[in-house]
């Protein structure tokens, strides 16, 4: 925009300095021609008069000899005497024109005429001996005198003033694009997670009255970002309620095997529990450099699901290939989707049907993949927050999609080839730990 404040400045300027300029540089070169010309015509006035006063007690040739043919030549002029004689400048022999000037400056006319070279002027004398013509020759040298000057002068004023109307639109420009860049930065932060991101509000008042607003919006973010965590911690803490009376009641009951696994999940529970309201709590997330190993969280995640597999009869190959698998993202976030997708593949199954998990290296991504034997996804599936083909919530996937883009990954959904349902593969982007 700064550029293009500029260049239209330029443009509009130079269009009135042209307009302005082109009559000038014509008004100056006429105004030379008319003092060239002036100063001829005075000349040959002044020899004409000199002429008539001395030829009243002389002749014209005493005449002469007093005004001195120096001084006819010193003005350019010449002396055409009746005779046809010249004193002064000599004649062009081969111009028709001058002798048609002459002739008819002979018979008593005053002009101006056009010469090659310049101009002529004409005043004729009366004398006893007869018509004599004073010719004086102003040259295209003198006419145009000062001139190309005069024409550097106007069109360095005017280059001047177009240099001039750029400066004050750059300066101008600057005062609103300034404000503008600071505006589009401080959106880029807040847009990447930085809540305290605020602009000085500056420049002309509209973008002024935009940066305010920009500041009003994104206070608007941070309280009801506030007050959504907020809520979620306070959610999660009313969970410590009946969590606390399912353990009593869990550790009322006889040891067994049942009894370790109930402990066990609710174990889990208490710590997811915990995990949201320290997240809730946290005003933003400092995870951008975390990592895990995939292989490792898969194994521990499977570890945590195979008592329910165990107990629906239902059949988990996992296999992990060219360990470590280090990915670039927190293990909270890999461990929530890969429990999503598990979770998946037990509720949209019936118990007994079998699925795999397969963990490996391609290229620079960590490849998960998840299959099972159930009927697939139906025709119409879409993969939509909140939206569910079956008895769920719809936010598994989801919040799969989110993590995976998250870490600029990939997502496919299709159907395994080698166990006829569902087929989920995960591409992470592989990370070096520190």
């Known amino acids: ?39 001829g015509e005075r000349d040959a006035e002044s020899l004409a008069r000199a002429l008539s006063v001395l030829t009243v007690n002389e002749d014209l040739t005493t005449a002469l000899d007093v005004i001195g043919e120096d001084r ?34 002979e018979e008593g006319n005053s ?35 000062g001139v190309a000057r005069s024409w550097v002068i106007l069109g360095t004023l005017g280059l001047g003033l177009v240099a001039l109307a750029a400066w004050v639109a750059d300066r101008l420009g600057r005062s609103m694009v300034i404000p503008v860049k600071e505006l589009s930065e401080t959106a880029e932060r807040l847009g990447e997670g930085d809540l305290t991101a605020r602009v000085s509000p500056g420049g002309p008042p509209e973008i002024e ?33 009946p969590l606390t009376a399912a353990r009593l009641t869990v550790d009322g009951l006889e040891d067994s095997s049942y009894k370790d696994r109930l402990v066990s999940d609710l174990d889990e ?29 898969v194994a521990d995640r499977v570890r945590f699901w195979e008592p329910l597999a165990t107990e629906q009869e239902r059949d988990i190959s996992v296999t992990v290939t060219d360990l470590p698998t280090p990915v670039s993202a927190p293990a909270v976030d890999i461990e929530t989707a890969i429990d999503a997708l598990i979770e998946n593949a037990i509720s949209h199954t019936q118990p007994g049907i079998p699925f795999g998990i397969t963990v490996s290296r391609v290229g620079s991504f960590a490849r998960f993949v998840i299959e099972d034997g159930g009927p697939g996804l139906p025709a119409e599936f879409e993969l939509k927050r909140g ?16 993590t995976v883009e998250s870490v600029e990954g990939a997502l496919s959904i299709g159907r395994s080839e080698l166990l006829g349902g569902v087929r989920i593969q995960l591409d992470l982007p592989l990370s070096t730990p520190s």
């Not at 003005?75 to 009746?82: E, F, K, R, W």
């Not at 004409?122 to 145009?144: M, Q």
């Not at 939206?387 to 989110?402: A, C, F, P």
Request: with cysteine.
């Open 387 to 402: 939206m569910s083909h079956g008895d769920s919530t719809g936010l598994g996937l989801d919040i799969v999609r989110r």
């Open 111 to 145: 002009f101006v005429a056009s010469v090659p070279g310049g101009a002529a002027v004409y005043v004729p004398v009366v004398t006893s001996a007869g018509t004599a013509v004073v010719r004086v020759l102003v040259t295209d040298e003198k006419i145009h005198a």
């Open 269 to 297: 529970l208490q710590r997811t529990t915990d995990y949201i309201i320290r997240e809730a709590r946290r005003p933003v997330r400092q995870e951008e450099h975390a990592w895990c190993d995939l292989g490792t969280v």
């Open 72 to 105: 006819i030549s010193d003005v350019n002029g010449s002396v055409i005497l009746p005779n046809g004689d010249v004193v002064g400048v000599p004649l062009s022999e081969d111009n028709d024109a001058d002798e048609q000037d002459l002739t008819l400056a």
């Open 1 to 39: 925009m700064r550029r293009r404040l500029i260049l239209l400045s330029i443009a509009v300027t130079g269009m009135v300095v042209l307009a302005f300029l082109v009559p000038l540089f014509i008004l100056v070169s006429d105004l030379a021609r008319d003092s060239a010309i002036s100063a």
């Open 209 to 241: 009255e935009v940066g305010l607003e920009f500041n009003r919006l994104a206070d608007q973010i941070g309280r009801l970002l506030q007050e959504e965590r907020e809520t979620a911690a306070d959610l999660a803490h009313r969970l410590r309620t």
